[in-house]
């Protein structure tokens, strides 16, 4: 069974960091993208980032570029997300999420549906 | 930037009842649209992918039609089981990019 399993969540002060972990099992995580996908609180859905499985691609939505960093540990099927310089526009569930495929080509990769989700961490940036 | 237009935003109907959802690109995006069901307090579910293709397992009331830039979603008999919040997404390849509809909030009459 695929479960994901994002940890890290809490409150933070604006400026501040915070390092989330996604834990992933029940597939062969290093051959499939993940992303993070957020959404701040009565909100709806907003893809933050996405790496390919071998971190060779990389990308972030325009909102948080230069903020955040997407990173993975594929012998330790994590997935991680540092987020620094964090504003209360920010606020949100993290959510953890599979990318059903992975399309490479010229040393660029992509994919497009995200078939499995986590539950989810809340971050609240807030003085 | 791909901008997604979902309609209506929120939707109450009868258990039995045909439901519908539309999704408009601004932009032709082939079939690159899915769907997702979001029951309160629980994270996204897969249920349409690449506009049209039942995910596993997903009952089949659940359907999605259309290419380019006009897509929908259909609940043929809508269970009470069904509530929920659903979101179309579309993907662009170069850059990647994913964008979320607004959301349409079912709940029932």
């Known amino acids: 069974e695929v479960q994901l399993v994002e940890s890290g969540g809490g409150l933070v002060q604006p400026g501040g960091s915070l390092r989330l972990s996604c834990a992933a099992s029940?597939?062969?995580?290093?051959?499939?993208?993940m992303n993070w996908v957020r959404q701040a609180p009565g909100k709806g859905l907003e893809w933050v980032s996405y790496?390919?499985?071998?971190?060779?691609?990389?990308y972030y939505a325009d909102s948080v570029k230069g903020r955040f960093t997407i990173s993975r540990d594929n012998a330790k099927n994590s997935l991680y997300l540092q987020m620094n310089s964090l504003r209360a526009e920010d606020t949100a569930v993290y959510y953890c999420?599979?990318?059903?495929?992975?399309?490479?080509?010229?040393?660029?990769?992509?994919?497009?549906?995200?078939?499995?989700w986590g539950q989810g961490t809340l971050v609240t940036v807030s003085s | 930037d791909i901008q997604m237009t979902q309609s209506p935003s929120s939707l109450s109907a009868s258990v039995g009842d045909r439901v519908t959802i539309t999704c408009q690109a601004s932009?032709?995006?082939?079939?690159?649209l899915n769907w997702y069901q979001q029951k309160p307090g629980k994270a996204p579910k897969l249920l349409i992918y690449?506009?049209?293709n039942l995910e596993t397992g997903v009952p089949s009331r659940f359907s999605g039609s259309g290419s380019g830039t006009d897509f929908t979603f259909t609940i043929s008999s809508l269970q009470p089981e069904d509530i929920a919040t659903y979101y179309c997404?579309?993907?662009?390849?170069?850059?990647?990019?994913?964008?979320f509809g607004q959301g349409t909030k079912l709940e029932i009459k």
């Open positions: 690449d506009a049209s």
């Open positions: 999420a599979r990318d059903a495929w992975e399309y490479c080509t010229g040393g660029v990769c992509w994919g497009g549906v995200l078939d499995y």
């Open positions: 997404q579309q993907y662009d390849n170069l850059p990647l990019m994913y964008t």
């Open positions: 029940g597939f062969t995580f290093s051959s499939y993208s």
């Open positions: 932009q032709d995006i082939s079939n690159y």
């Open positions: 790496i390919s499985s071998s971190s060779s691609t990389i």
